[in-house]
């Protein structure tokens, strides 16, 4: 063999090596920072939940309490639901070990379209959206409500329209897709409160 060929293949295989070793590293670091964001969100919706149950205690007046409770089940039921979501979507996985989530989990999809659950997934937001939204007369918080627990298509940077359950769950590492369903019961808590703030102030 040529000292040039011989000297082309080692520099070869220490290119490919660092690529490998670069993408598996920078790949251990994408799934660390998502776990680390979504630490913080169960973080702040716990937070939000409890500071909900200390604005709950404070409406006294007698047609904005029977409202608030009726929310106060509905998100209880939602975030329930997501983290059902959640654990069926771990398995035995451990729910910290963040590196070992780089697979895909594609329960909502099927070869030719949505599974089951993945229909059920979208029935659940639908319903709990035009559910929260019949308790809500502020509009500021309904178009909140209507962004935040929305199902609609999505529009990228380019302009091309994407199905929303697709474009958010579709062939994303374990760790994105818990991310993104803790984001959602975030959301949810925040709305929560959002709610409750509204009926504080109209209380006579």
Known sequence: MKRSTLIFLVFSIIVVTGLIWFGMYASREVLTAFGTMNS???????????????????????????????????????????????????????????????QANNMFFTENGFSEKGKEFLNKINQFREEILKSVDDTDIKTTISEKISTNDVIDRSGKKHNWLIYNFKDFPLVASITKLTQMQSDVSSIESDIYKEYLRKQK
Not at 54 to 76: G, P, Y
């Open 40 to 102: 913080r969100l169960e973080t702040h919706s716990t937070s939000v939940a409890k500071d909900n149950d200390s604005l709950l205690t404070l409406i006294k007046d007698e047609e904005h309490i029977l409202k608030a409770k009726e929310v106060d089940t509905l998100v209880d039921n939602f975030k329930k639901y997501l983290e059902s979501i959640k654990e069926e979507m771990l398995g035995i996985k451990n729910p910290t070990d963040y590196e070992k989530m780089d």
